[in-house]
């Protein structure tokens, strides 16, 4: 037997005592995560048959502990992130659903083109929702240990989704993250926000185009949405422009973020005064709205004026890069009017 053998067998065997163990741990661990759900009050063919489906997924763990290596900016990242086949698509299903997105805007004071928009970055138009089975994902995140209080509050959630009938077990399906659905909702955000839009008994975000879209209005609306102005705009600094009027970077968490956007929150006719323009260089709006001054990179790169709905989109995803493209493909979205 060659030396470069034994290594390989060597290491091999290694691998499958490791996995063996992790394997016989999370066994284990699905026992404790059934008493607890017992002792929570969920009925026991319940967790069986929930449970029973758990498996230990490694790429689960990979993609949680992935991270992206290529440094983005704006100039990379959104049009990799809004191309020009997603506006047009955008744009399409928007005039497709107008009547529908028009209905739910006067239920829920949510313009349609943010329906659309959210929608077709959270899951390409419904396309792509992800093929994670949703309580193996969360066990296995809780299991890492890492962050577990919260993916066992994912998991509680979860059950409750199964157990009020929303989705069959054998369909519920979602991100490595347990995302899920057209909305790609956390289980939590589901029991919070979701919408039985068509009034058929389920609140169903997978297959249901109703339901999905009211239940992204329904979010917006309830974290304090207001249907009178749009997300915020692109502007041009002056030369010499001093960052400390800039909203401050680094927060950590979305409390601290708020506080800091009130900190930086101005008129815009104080904007105005302090040199601050449209990108094309004529004057801002003259209307009486309040907003910070967002930098998603540094003072060299794009800056925006961010309004309260810009505050909306940061608590549904608190990354300016994110928030940054909604409001992009919202805009392509409604300009030039459909």
Known sequence: ??????????????????NATTQADFDKYVQKLKSEALAKGYEQ???ESAFATAKFKKKVIKADKTQPEIVETLETYLPKRVP?????????????????????????GVQGRFIIALWGLESSFGRVQGGYPVISALVTLAFDGRREALYKRQLWAALDILRDGHIGLDKFNGSWAGAMG????????????????????????????????AS??????????NNNLTWGRQV???????????????????????????????????????GVRRTDG??????????????????????????????????????????TSVGYLSDRIGYPKI
């Open 45 to 47: 063919s319940l967790v």
């Open 236 to 274: 041009k600094l002056p030369d010499g422009f001093s960052e400390n009027y800039v909203l401050k970077r680094g927060t950590k968490n979305h409390s601290q973020w708020l506080e800091f956007f009130a900190n930086s929150e101005r008129s815009l006719a104080d904007w105005q005064t302090l």
């Open 216 to 225: 992204i209005a329904n979010y917006l609306k309830s974290v304090g949405w």
């Open 282 to 323: 004529t004057d801002l709006p003259n209307v009486s709205i309040s907003a910070a001054l967002v930098m998603p990179d540094d003072i060299n790169g794009r800056m925006y004026l961010a309004y309260d709905n810009y505050k909306a989109l940061m608590n549904w995803n608190r990354s300016y890069y994110f928030v």
């Open 84 to 108: 020009d086949w997603k506006i047009k698509r955008a744009r399409k299903l928007y005039k497709e659903n107008k009547e529908l997105l028009d209905q739910i805007e006067r239920d829920f």
């Open 182 to 213: 057209q909305t790609q909702f956390m289980p939590t955000s589901f029991n919070a926000y979701a919408v039985d839009y068509n009034k058929d008994g389920r609140k169903d975000i997978w297959t249901t185009k109703e339901d999905a879209f």
């Open 1 to 18: 037997m060659t030396k470069t053998l034994k290594v390989i067998l060597t290491s091999l065997c290694f691998s499958a005592s490791v």
